[in-house]
């Protein structure tokens, strides 16, 4: 069905209008470098050009494309962060190049197509905030049939990861269910109603919130304990919503350390900055969200943890099934499931499970 | 103007349609004890009485007005809580005297007029969250010409305190600006782009944050340094909603002890259970939010600060104009302004100062 964009705005827009999150985006540096380098290590692609800012923000990437010799920059952006963006851009003595326009990119038009679609477009998880959907259709309206896509290619990744967290929030969850239990004791005892009927969903309700959310955590590379597979590769280009509405894969990963505890697993993602075939980058630049020491970024990764740990040494397999959806109450939230079978190396099959997630 | 349904929703019912919410307010001791006591003390006011529970959550006022003897109890409540209220409702065996109905006041009608309403309708500071129009709106609709108000009347607080968080919260703002300037000189130095234009709306950001926007807080009453004054009175009866869309008061406070720093204001609300005038209350009931060691709430107190604390001693006399305003963007939200006259105890006066605060 169709968005309500009041709604939308409510539930999404609105954080963006603060400048103390573009702050916290324009401070996260390993994100910075690459749209930095992916623009001024491939000045072909800007100089004399026509470009489109999906999502200006602050107007930073316009304001590069600019200063990397764009002809003209359109620089669309949903949010009232439009003022600071014409500031910015007035300040740094572009604004007979970069044009900020208030507005959702799918309402707006723009007088003429453009040579580079650059955005950045990215969500926990890649497509949370499916804010990709507004790329692919700026692309099929406003890209020449010759365009580039910045970024040009993206891909998410899955691994199996252990992490204490699986323990800790078992904990919570059943602290809130005695306080519950105390709550419905209390609550006859002293004002004679009887809330026992609630406990189902109540329960429901906390372990949602307790085991069922995947969380934003800041992954050490060795909480990675299998070899992490793709489950999606994306062509900036070509790609469609319907390509990504549902995301389907099959993988096997391969447990690579001995005495470990199976917690779960992580996701992150990766894009490029390849240009096209037909017009590639100079230097190719790719901008990584893996779990990394040196190299953090405020996406962080996805963790959906296992109900219990499963004790797990080097040549065990797990075979998963993945599927990733919309969420029905916010198509910019998302669900996954992942169905697993687990085969020890000494060829023992565990009991198959599978458990479904919220990235709320 | 009129109010987005969908976005009020998202703002503003959706936390409500979280058992774990209904459950905090159901484990407000001070709050229960206040309706349960108002029920079962007058009995006379529910003894074969039509009753009509504005926002009913979880159900809980409409099963004790059905316990004390009410012959039909209509449940009105926007969220889907409707489905657990109904579960309640039958798990008490009051199915045949409390109708759960989905909807939101304003929307829905009922079979017959009341003779009583009942409504936990208070928010921080009494009224923010704006639910009293809708009880207003219920009342002027639904209750016969005797009907009682449950509760009948209302009453806003203001006192001046002392509070530590005004050096915190100084704190806080001077740390986000220190980081502010060491980002505006790396964006510059690493990236080339001046950001330096957007140190003012970023201020203006922070200190809004920081600086002007209430606290929730649980003030020990001897924070409390002056004399209280009350700035708004409301018979539920008879109050319009004009009545309450701009409140102005003008009060004096003293100062009680010596030696103190005035940091701020505190405000809270009680209401009182007192019937009507034609029909009386059997036994009157007070559910106060005012700072208490042993009967906190989970309302606390709105706190208000002043950005440098002022030295001040027994005697010195505080007037202050006060003016309370909905906020243009969410009429569930408030705006308030102290307007202050600071005159010690020698009979010097000080510099007169205003502050504007959001309650968000
Ligand atoms: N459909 C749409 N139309 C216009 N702006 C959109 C949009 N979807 C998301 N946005 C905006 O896109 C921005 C994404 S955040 C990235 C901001 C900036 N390009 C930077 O790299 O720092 C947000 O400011 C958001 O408000
Ligand atoms: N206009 C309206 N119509 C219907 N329900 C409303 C409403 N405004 C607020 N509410 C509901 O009123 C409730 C207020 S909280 C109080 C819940 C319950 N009566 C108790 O005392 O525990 C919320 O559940 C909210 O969703």
């Keep these: 069905g169709a968005v309500d964009k009041g709604v939308d705005y409510a539930n999404y827009f609105c954080t963006y209008s603060f400048l103390y999150h573009q702050k916290e985006m324009l401070s996260d540096r390993v994100r910075m470098d690459a749209y930095y380098n992916s623009i001024f290590q491939n000045k072909h692609h800007f100089l004399g050009k026509t470009v489109l800012d999906v999502g200006t923000g602050s107007g930073i990437l316009a304001i590069w494309s600019a200063q990397a010799g764009a002809r003209k920059v359109y620089a669309v952006e949903a949010t009232k962060m439009t003022e600071h963006a014409r500031q910015l851009v007035k300040a740094n003595g572009l604004e007979d190049v970069v044009e900020v326009i208030e507005g959702s990119m799918e309402d707006i038009t723009l007088p003429e197509k453009v040579d580079v679609i650059i955005s950045e477009w990215m969500g926990y998880f890649l497509l949370r905030e499916s804010m990709f959907d507004s790329v692919i259709c700026a692309r ?23 992490s204490h967290l699986v323990d800790q929030k078992g904990h919570h969850f059943e602290g809130a269910m005695e306080e519950w239990h105390a709550f419905v004791h209390d609550t006859k005892n002293s004002y004679g109603v009887d809330m026992s009927s609630l406990t189902d969903p109540f329960t429901e309700e906390q372990r949602k919130y307790y085991l069922q959310t995947s969380l934003w955590n800041n992954l050490q590379p060795e909480q990675v304990i299998g070899t992490a597979a793709i489950i999606k590769e994306i062509d900036c280009l070509t790609t469609s919503v319907d390509d990504i509405l549902s995301i389907k894969a099959n993988f096997l990963s391969s447990i690579l350390d001995d005495d470990m505890k199976f917690s779960g697993f992580g996701g992150w993602f990766d894009v490029h900055f390849r240009g096209r075939s037909e017009s590639p980058a100079e230097s190719e630049i790719e901008l990584t969200t893996a779990p990394s020491y040196e190299n953090p970024t405020h996406w962080g990764q996805q963790v959906f943890l296992l109900n219990h740990p499963i004790r797990s040494s080097k040549g065990d397999n797990i075979n998963v099934s993945f599927v990733m959806n919309r969420s029905k109450e916010n198509h910019r939230l998302l669900e996954v499931e992942f169905e697993c079978e687990y085969k020890q190396a000494s060829g023992r099959l565990l009991q198959p499970f599978r458990k479904k997630f919220f990235i709320e």
């Design 140 to 162: 099929d309206r406003w890209l020449k049939p010759t365009g580039v896509m910045y970024p040009s290619h993206a891909r998410i990744w899955v691994a199996p990861i252990r």
